[in-house]
């Protein structure tokens, strides 16, 4: 069936590094791809998505591309900061519109001052 | 950009009651709308699909007696766990279509 699969967590970063949070994925068709980020105590919040293979999503220094070929969608930021310690959920969806969300298991990412 | 707002943020109660937990969209209409679970530490699983005007579509294993979900307008989406027990804690979010998720509401049953 279809899956995502994010890198183990947790992950810990002194601030102003450089993030990666690897992603891939086995869908049967076209997904749609995602990252979402999760403070905590709060919902989730969608960081940046691509609809197709070679898009690349941007938002808030982060940064993905969509890697057909290698199935992947890996998140990345070239100085991370403390406010950017939260959880993270690399995502997919299959059906153009209905928008149901498979789930990677999330990564915990704490930066440190 | 699309609202959806969920209450409770959090509740806390007693086994064997049930609990009504509310998503609305705020800005605009939704006829459908996803109910997810997380457990700790783990990631979300999608429990069903519900649909304004009709009923409500299940994931595989999830109990539709315990988990009624009602779409009673364009704006207003019900997830009820009814008798719930302790197994049910756990942190409860609804998601419109355009990939808008309410804030969550953590469940905790004692």
């Known amino acids: 069936g279809d899956s995502v699969t994010q890198m183990e967590g947790p992950v810990t970063l002194s601030e102003e590094a450089f993030l990666t949070i690897n992603c891939t994925y086995t869908a049967t068709g076209y997904p749609s791809l995602f990252w979402y980020v999760q403070y905590p105590g709060e919902g989730l919040q969608l960081l940046l998505k691509a609809t197709k293979a070679d898009d690349k999503g941007s938002n808030k220094g982060f940064e993905a591309t969509y890697r057909k070929e290698t199935t992947s969608f890996h998140l990345e930021k070239g100085s991370v900061q403390v406010s950017d310690s939260a959880v993270y959920f690399c995502?997919?969806?299959?059906?153009?519109?209905?928008?149901?969300?498979?789930f990677g298991q999330g990564t915990r990412l704490t930066i440190n001052p | 950009g699309a609202v959806v707002s969920q209450h409770p943020s959090r509740v806390i109660c007693k086994s064997g009651t049930s609990v009504k937990i509310e998503c609305r969209s705020l800005d605009f209409q939704a006829t459908t709308m996803f109910w997810y679970r997380q457990f700790p530490k783990q990631s979300l699983m999608l429990m069903a699909t519900?649909?304004?005007?009709?009923?409500?579509?299940?994931e595989q294993g999830v109990e539709k007696d315990k988990f009624l979900i009602n779409h009673a307008s364009l704006t207003l989406s019900t997830l009820t766990v009814t008798s719930a027990h302790p197994e049910d804690s756990s942190f409860y979010i609804c998601?419109?279509?355009?990939?808008?998720f309410g804030s969550g509401t953590r469940l905790t049953v004692v």
């Open positions: 998601s419109a279509p355009g990939y808008t």
């Open positions: 519900s649909n304004e005007g009709s009923k409500a579509t299940y």
């Open positions: 995502a997919l969806s299959l059906i153009q519109g209905a928008q149901k969300l498979v």
